[in-house]
């Protein structure tokens, strides 16, 4: 009677022969299928250009944007009167030209000046979700087939007010690093004419996800790296402390350490410990001479909380037992 195979387990049968152009797989690893993706893949590491990007300057920049993200979601849902969201996906550091290599061909580029920034300040959205999000506010369904090509005077002026009040938010979000005014000086449709920065500046490119009617679209901000490392440095430093703030501390660290000098601390007087083994111990009678390993010449020990910190002479102060503090030999030499 042959055994049940175990449950969840393959079991291979003996009589299949696997085909000669079968890939062999080592024993211990698993096949993986064709449309299986590997989870991280290797990214090319220029030495000629290091990342000066640091990892406590993206976490910065990545807490401000993902503030707005949170505005720009609630500005585009009211403005569109459809659910919208918006999230944070990537912050990279690029030279300029990578940057426009990686747009599509068409698309919609807002350039603004943002002082006190050295260069301007790029705003990439898909022309289809522009042409999607213009259809909504003039009254559209907000269709997916929308046109592929420049918008119109009307259609301009209506992107441009909402592209307004998210670069004010983007403003709002980004005061606690950097405190700029947004000035739009511009919208191109190819990225490749779009003139906001040297082909080898290196920029901070800050990659979004826009999702509107159910389709998912990206979108990214570009801004000059060179202007935005001092506001990150000065964010990123601690808070200058001014003089009423250093007054007030110096006035409560006296306070602390008069408080400390008035704490009522027991302290004990003792001669060094003598050593009795546990049938000295339990015989012990009532007059019995105990023999202290304490020389008659050595001084007391002053001890707090088992802490030996002085040492003293035993003595009396007008009707009370008292100890006077002296020097051990070591010290006095």
Do not use: W
């Not at 990206?218 to 440095?233: A, D, E, I, N, Y």
Request: with cysteine; hydrophobic share 40%.
């Amino acid at each position: 009677m042959r055994p049940f195979p175990q449950l969840g387990r393959k079991v291979a049968d003996p009589s299949f022969v696997p085909p000669a152009d079968a890939p062999v797989v080592p024993p211990g690893l698993a096949a993986a299928s064709p449309g299986e993706r590997r989870t991280s893949d290797p990214v090319l590491y220029d030495f000629r250009r290091p990342i000066q990007l640091s990892r406590e300057h993206s976490r910065m920049l990545q807490l401000a944007l993902d503030g707005f993200s949170r505005q720009a979601t609630t500005v585009l849902t009211s403005s569109l009167r459809t659910v919208c969201g918006v999230s944070l996906t990537r912050i990279e550091q690029s030279s300029y030209s990578e940057y426009v290599e990686a747009l599509d061909a068409t698309t919609y580029l807002t350039i603004f000046s943002a002082e006190p920034l050295l260069s301007k300040c790029v705003l990439e959205i898909p022309l289809t979700a522009v042409m999607t999000a213009v259809d909504h506010m003039l009254g559209g369904p907000g269709r997916t087939d929308q046109p592929e090509r420049p918008l119109t005077e009307i259609e301009t002026g209506v992107a441009r007010g909402l592209i307004e009040r998210l670069l004010r938010e983007l403003r709002y979000s980004l005061a606690a690093i950097v405190n700029f005014e947004p000035v739009i000086t511009g919208a191109e449709y190819s990225p490749q004419f779009a003139q906001a920065a040297g082909a080898s500046d290196v920029m901070v490119a800050m990659h979004l996800e826009l999702k509107l009617n159910e389709r998912t679209f990206p979108f990214s901000l570009c801004m000059p790296f060179s202007g935005l490392l001092p506001h990150l440095v000065r964010a990123a430093a601690p808070a200058p402390v001014s003089d009423r703030e250093r007054a007030q501390r110096a006035r409560s660290a006296a306070e602390l350490r008069g408080q400390f000098q008035r704490v009522p601390v027991d302290v004990a007087v003792r001669l060094r410990p003598t050593t009795l083994s546990p049938t000295d111990l339990a015989a012990l009678q009532p007059g019995d001479a105990i023999r202290l390993n304490h020389p008659s010449s050595a001084p007391l020990e002053v001890v707090v909380d088992g802490i030996n910190f002085a040492h003293a002479t035993a003595g009396t102060s007008g009707f009370r037992l008292a100890a006077l503090i002296v020097g051990t030999p070591k010290e006095t030499s």
